[in-house]
């Protein structure tokens, strides 16, 4: 579905939004062919929505992500957004976007770029390919929607007031409404045929996640956020790219703004009953799971997808009701975490390098000093732990955890036995939403010929002998209480 997003410059939020549900909600719309019917979105991932890791969640992924410079050619083949968008200068309308009288598309570019790097990579294992232009097709000179499935295309738009009563049906709404007036869908009512072109939310989002068949395309109000007044929407929208739906729209939303009105006053029984003053706005429910409530648009609505964390009104996915810091919360950290697993936000360095251990008598003792360095992300505390080495090598930190911003331990590994040569390892530190690592090989130095494992092998008429195998008959002084004697074959 596409998910619409109004947030006025001031902060004010809309909560009358518009959805594009098939068949199940007051209103319908189309964005030019954007809904193909793959609608899907859920810190819930909504039914059918895919992540852009195919649903594996806690995999890393490499999202691209491209900005429209030239008109759009929808997979159609004959629907065209954005017609007058002929260079990178230009909205989707052809308007040059400035500000304070100097281009402004550097400056856009570079604002969405570090809040979604912020937000979104800096706290999961999400990597943005940003490419810069989208990819231009050389026959059309357009994007090509075709070319572009499983990208995000950021497209920049502004608004425009809509004339009343211009009729639109789904067919021509590209035409008649979206491509005529900035932020504009043509509104149909449940069960009509046709309507009439309505101002629509102007941040929205093509559809919630990945579609291998076209592009997720994010659509930015521009002058608001070049003047760096719309951070919440410009986070939001990406979070229904990466595949995250509306928090009020999942099975088990508490929502407290409600909830609370309904024990002040009661059911609402009207509208009206959720417009006057104190109440908390939307409309009033009659659907069982949140009779009486006064709700968002879809709230009453039951979505049951992924559900990554519990319902968390903070959400930057919820301004139902809500006011929300334009950031993530602590709850959309972990359901990252869960979805796309832990960013690798630290390094550890020190590094184990290659380094022969000492056969002190007891074993090959090996230390190290590790000190973690926070490359972005929280610090938090992180465990610490070994992979890679022998099973019967022993290893230990002191401390046995550090901060991943500057912390600092020892690293002591013990080996008693194993073949001598080159044992890669690795160091590995783990917080709750973030890993860093390190690898090392741990050089194992023994005698020439020390046997830990009997039978230890010596050619007929030698035995072996602290290390080497000596002619039978010659005196060995000092056997290594630690072997066993070999014996021939
Ligand atoms: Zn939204």
Not at 390 to 410: E, K, L, V
Request: charged residues 10%; proline residues 6%; negative net charge.
């Amino acid at each position: 579905m596409i998910q619409f997003d109004r947030k006025y410059p001031h902060g004010f939020i809309v909560l009358a939004l518009v959805t594009a549900v098939f068949g199940c909600s007051s209103t319908s719309s189309s964005k030019g062919g954007e809904v193909n019917g793959v609608a899907s979105d859920k810190l819930v991932v909504p039914p059918g929505a895919e992540l852009w890791n195919d649903n594996q969640l806690g995999t890393g992924v490499t999202v691209n992500v491209c900005f429209a410079v030239r008109p759009r050619l929808e997979i159609d083949g004959v629907n065209v957004n954005c017609p007058n968008e002929t260079d990178s200068t230009k909205d989707c309308f052809g308007t040059p976007m400035t500000f304070n009288g100097s281009p402004a598309t550097a400056t856009l570019r570079s604002i969405v770029q570090q809040l979604e790097t912020d937000n979104w990579r800096n706290n999961a294992d999400i990597t943005f390919n940003w490419q810069g232009d989208c990819p231009i097709d050389a026959g059309t000179n357009m994007h090509r929607n075709a070319d572009l499935a499983h990208t995000i295309v950021i497209q920049f738009q502004h608004s425009d007031n809509v004339p009343a009563n211009i009729a639109c049906t789904n067919s021509n709404a590209t035409a008649t409404c979206v491509n005529q007036y900035a932020g504009a869908y043509c509104n149909i009512a449940s069960g009509a045929t046709s309507g009439t072109c309505a101002a629509g939310a102007i941040d929205w989002t093509g559809i919630v996640g990945k579609s291998n068949g076209i592009p997720t395309v994010i659509q930015f109000n521009w002058p608001p956020v070049v003047q760096r007044v719309d951070v919440f929407n410009v986070i939001h929208e990406f979070g229904h790219a990466l595949g995250f739906d509306h928090e009020w729209n999942r099975s088990d939303y508490f929502d407290p703004a409600a909830r609370a009105w309904q024990d002040s006053h009661g059911n609402c029984t009207s509208d009206a009953d959720c417009t006057v003053d104190g109440a908390p706005g939307g409309t009033c429910s009659f659907s069982p799971s949140t009779f009486g409530l006064c709700v968002c648009d879809g709230e009453n609505t039951v979505q049951e997808g992924i559900q990554l964390t519990l319902s968390d009104p903070t959400s930057i996915m919820n301004y139902c009701h809500a006011a929300n810091p334009a950031q993530l919360s602590a709850q959309d950290k972990q359901g990252l975490v869960v979805a796309y697993g832990k960013v690798k936000s630290f390094a550890l360095s020190t590094s184990p390098t290659s380094r022969a251990g000492t056969d002190t008598g007891g074993g090959v003792f090996l230390s190290y000093t590790l000190t973690s360095t926070l490359k972005f992300g929280s610090a938090e505390t992180v465990a610490l732990s070994t992979l890679g080495l022998p099973s019967n090598a022993h290893a230990t930190f002191n401390p046995p955890t550090m901060s991943s911003n500057g912390g600092t331990t020892t690293l002591t590994v013990t080996a008693r036995a194993g073949a001598a040569g080159a044992v890669p390892f690795t160091v590995n530190a783990a917080g709750v939403f973030s890993t860093g690592s390190d690898s090392g090989t741990m050089s194992t130095v023994y005698p020439r010929n020390v046997c830990l494992h009997p039978p230890c092998l010596c050619q007929p008429g030698f035995v072996y002998c602290s290390g080497s195998c000596i002619p039978q008959g010659f005196d060995c002084p000092a056997l290594d209480p630690r072997i066993t004697v070999g014996f021939s074959q």
